[in-house]
């Protein structure tokens, strides 16, 4: 299975790419460690489900904030370059963490260093993948990043639990920032690439208002607000349910497992096959997994929930970010992934609040929050709908 694997994807055919696998590999093993805890150690430190919904709301503020600024400084250092400077940002993030029951002031201020590091991450690695990535294999090139991803992560949540069971929170920080900075020096094993920024927020802000491109900004507002929920909102519901991080980090570490199989499929299936039948497909499994996770009032039906989202998410998301990448022109992508980024975080800035009032009331606020979800998962096929035309000829600077 392994060999076929490799010549599939050719993994040793191409330098730049081979870079990024193993880069990605590795930030995940570290990133995985943390983030689905995070949420989890804000709420061992009693802060409530709307406060934590706060924290992330500030940071989110923060991406939409700062966006074009940090757009202009990946623009000059390069795309490589943005990644390595954004690794700074999380390793102060992850420490500010472990000091906040000292400095409870840092919860205000923490936010805006995942901002530093999700908007020159993102963007220093989309320009990446866009430079080098092959149009008529772009899902078997998705897939092998997803596969090292979940590869990654099958073990760290377990190993991360245990650690943090047993030494705390503390230590798995500081594991997790050094290989956190290793994972970014097989990038560099090349040349670094530069991008000019041919437009201004004003450019960015036309496109928000124009009819055109309805349809993208729709699908990419179902993916911002569903994912929200369950990076926010879900791991507090599974330590709720399971009662320790260790239980938390078995269920991530079996959901990934199952998610390997799927994800070998599916992006062998978006290069072969109609990648938006793919996506309507995706989308109803996916749509059926959060209304599931209604049901799970147990912690063995909540680990049957989990595994089946985390399956049917990446069954969904590997076609809709293969059909991203086939119908966007190379010269357009640095405006495309600024628009991207700061519709996702401007989405979830407005849907935030209501989510919290929600928690605020009470009244089966998870359940109504997987409700909004699933009904959010239901904005993905909008893509199908924008074709060429709609994503390179969005209005020009």
Same mark, same amino acid.
């Given at each position: ?35 689905? @805890?995070?949420?989890? !150690?804000? %709420?061992? +430190? ?7 919904? &706060? #924290? =992330? ?31 700074? @940002?999380?390793?102060? !993030?992850? %420490?500010? +963490? ?7 002031? &840092? #919860? =205000? ?48 949540? &377990? ?204 009244y089966y606020p998870y359940q109504i929050s997987f409700i909004i979800a699933a ?15 709609d994503i390179n000829n969005l209005p020009n600077p």
């Amino acid at each position: 299975m392994f060999p076929n694997f490799l010549r599939h994807h050719r993994f040793f055919c191409d330098k730049e790419m081979n870079e990024m696998y193993l880069s990605v590999f590795i930030m995940n093993l570290a990133e995985s460690m943390i983030s689905i @805890f995070v949420p989890i !150690y804000l %709420f061992s +430190l009693n802060y409530s489900v709307v406060s934590i919904l &706060l #924290f =992330f709301l500030i940071g989110y503020i923060g991406n939409v904030i700062f966006a074009i600024p940090i757009a202009k400084i990946v623009a000059k250092i390069g795309a490589k370059h943005a990644v390595l400077l954004s690794a700074p @940002f999380l390793i102060a !993030y992850y %420490f500010g +963490l472990r000091v906040l029951p000292e400095f409870s002031w &840092l #919860f =205000f201020i923490l936010p805006f260093g995942i901002t530093g590091r999700a908007l020159l991450y993102n963007f220093g690695f989309e320009l990446n993948f866009l430079d080098h990535f092959d149009k008529k294999k772009v899902g078997g090139q998705l897939s092998t990043l997803a596969i090292l991803s979940i590869m990654s992560t099958v073990l760290s949540p &377990l190993i991360a639990g245990l650690i943090i069971a047993y030494f705390g929170y503390g230590v798995i920080f500081v594991i997790g920032s050094i290989i956190l900075f290793i994972s970014t020096l097989p990038l560099f094993v090349s040349n670094d690439c530069k991008h000019g920024l041919d437009f201004t927020l004003k450019d960015i802000t036309k496109i928000f208002t124009t009819r055109k491109s309805a349809n993208i900004l729709l699908s990419f507002s179902g993916y911002a607000i569903e994912s929200s929920i369950g990076r926010n909102i879900w791991p507090v519901f599974l330590i709720i349910t399971f009662g320790a991080v260790q239980k938390v980090g078995y269920a991530a570490a079996i959901a990934a497992f199952l998610t390997v199989a799927v994800i070998a499929a599916t992006g062998k299936l978006s290069d072969k096959y109609n990648t938006k039948k793919l996506l309507n497909f995706g989308t109803m499994f996916y749509f059926f997994s959060w209304l599931g996770c209604l049901l799970a009032d147990t912690a063995f039906k909540t680990f049957i929930a989990n595994s089946y989202r985390s399956v049917t998410e990446r069954f969904l998301l590997l076609p809709w970010q293969s059909l991203l990448y086939k119908i966007v022109n190379r010269e357009n992508y640095f405006r495309l992934t600024v628009l991207q980024d700061m519709t996702f975080n401007a989405s979830r800035v407005l849907i935030l609040p209501f989510i919290m009032l929600i928690f605020i009331i009470n009244y089966y606020p998870y359940q109504i929050s997987f409700i909004i979800a699933a009904l959010f998962t239901l904005l993905y096929p909008l893509l199908n709908k924008a074709g060429n035309d709609d994503i390179n000829n969005l209005p020009n600077p």
